[in-house]
């Protein structure tokens, strides 16, 4: 029987475990850390994540999509906090179109016990992956707790360990592998909203919450238990950067000025900026994703996004259900499917990497902007009278499955016709005007 | 006294040697390869390569500049060999301005020998290094003929150990180091033209010769024993490749239909392409150059670059003509002096690199084009009756010191003024005309 591998036990490993599992390979899943079931995993990596349709479709594939709907919390909006106090709402989509707050390490685990249920899958922890012979496929471990050295030769290595990816260094040093890292001068830091006394949310919970400031910004996200998760994204140097706030009072006295609304749901503030650790924000694109039929690279290890479309775990999850899609009619030739795979997928993976770094800077800025909300109206209004002509971008991402680099181009050109618009005279009286629809419809 | 470590003893870390020696600094310069004064080193690497205005500029600094020109050729245009033999040429500058063909291994001998005439410089070969202590800037070396672990305490360290380098990859890991290594389709292989028997060039010797063809090009530099050494540069991959000839005869039969007033001068052409490596052609961009006061990166190490604009020694030697300007008030800040240079030439490393890509197609293509040419004629009677207001955007780059960033921006500027020029009816007729020249004066 097949023998596959698959490093990196992590969201988009645990979920190609399942799926390969039900095409009856042989799976085995080397995971670096310990099992993270029964140890604590220290933080450093978000808490919480935003699941939208491509990633529900991917769960849906491997039977999971209901179990996990069971803890997941819908965001229909955004709620941006002016600095003043007051509220903005945006919607997503359509009416109960949402983005759903799951938990990473609850979303990990769940997947890691269905892909458990599996005789064919075997999970493997504490294995850092040293070396890969490509010629003869053979993956070289080091076990971190006996510092025994391991191999396992595979017929088929699944590369998922990650932006920093073990499978991925060892291509790089392949002729002619493209590879590049770029790091934002921003980083991120998560805080902490805590529930009220009686397990309920202190703000909203079905929304995403941002308090945009231009330069940098604060988002919270809805946990289970009634808290929100809070993450900071601040330059790491300048005037107000992570460098810049040193001390207890530094750090109050920014965010009294900066946030005040938020300050007396934070408890733990001072706490939590000094304990919590400083996060970077990296893109990592590569090419090609494959390596012959031996090795294929998927999720962050081939393209490592910023967080700010949401769409890192959803991209990495597309890759699973394009994958699945791409194998129903599967003769055996591994070479052409791992081929066909990467050369679809890539461009898909460079879009949404750009989306994403597009989208930081209309989170922490533009969407405190009238105008920009105006423009976002006119775009809804067409949606829902045109939906087969006008599809706003933000849905394209993330309510529909119309791939990265086609919604990369539709947005463009929407933008190029919007940016248009948005210059008339007195816009802000005649955008609901019989005119400007015609106008926009003879532009598209 | 300050201790420097120069990692790579190639043309950039032996010129940096003599420039840190005069300084009176003690300089121990380490090479991975063995002497290649007393050793023949394999191929691989281009055998000539063109020195220009740039390179010249740190040469003289180093007070090497008339040595070497002893045995460099000047080559003051391009000659362009079409399928049927018609040749065309085109001068690179004004009159006596011309471009050097220059041996690489001499080069870099000659180098070698200048800085080993001082006391204060020592040269250690074989020695790989392995690893780099950036706490205590310790350097850790194998050696490759004893296999044994030399440690080396720096004060700095230089790396200019190339497209490769060991330096950078110690720093890629290093948190927020940007990175990238991306690989033309195209690789290159070398080949020959022998000298005539009573040692002269067997076409002319002061030009480049290029033979374009579209989607490849072959190129001739002359060297001084009266051969030229031609360059293959060809899709890895695709119906003209070095995929797709795979026998003696496929080699010939291609080389006469495509380059047959070449074939007759190429007696060892057959057993060159078989003999000779086929190499990538990579470029590298990372940020930043520095780490610290400890750590500086120079030439191919920051910025490796394709040979199309013949400025890849030239750029790294003009790292050693910005370093030694930047120096020259130098008051003991080494990281200021790293930081200020890391800054001020990253952006012109960036710039060359994308100049060298664009040139590709102009070398491959554009210059057997009739307009491509009558273009660079209109530009060339510009730039001889208005020095100050018009230099084509070749000559900024080779024949000037002017930031190639600069250059960059300026030549995108005046190709948006030519193509709007060009564009006119007739221009082939008109392009003489006072009302033509007006014009390009107006749009300055």
Redesign the interface.
Known sequence: MEKIAIVGAGLVGSLEAILLAKKGYQVEVFERRPDMRFVELSAGRSINLALSDRGWKALKMAGVDEKIKETAIPMYGRIMHAVDGTLTSQPYGKDAQAIYSVSRGGLNQTLMNIADQYENVNFHFNKTCEDIDLNTNELQFTDSETNQTNKFKADRIFGTDGAFSAVRLRL?KT?????????LKHGYKELSIPPNEDGTHKIDKNALHIWPRGEFMMIALPNMDGSFTCTLFFP?EGKNSFASLQSKEDVLHFFNETFPDAVGLMPDLVNDYFENPTS?L?TVKCEPWNYEDKIILMGDASHAIVPFYGQGMNSGFEDCSVFEEMSADFDGDWTKLFADFARERKPNGDAIADLAIQNFIEMRDKVADESFLLRKKIEKKLYSKYPDKWMPLYSQVTFSHTPYSTALKQGKKQEAIMDQIMAKPEIETIWDSNEIEQEILSLI
């Open positions: 790089q002729p002619r592998f493209d590879f590049s890292q770029t790091y790491f970077p990296v």
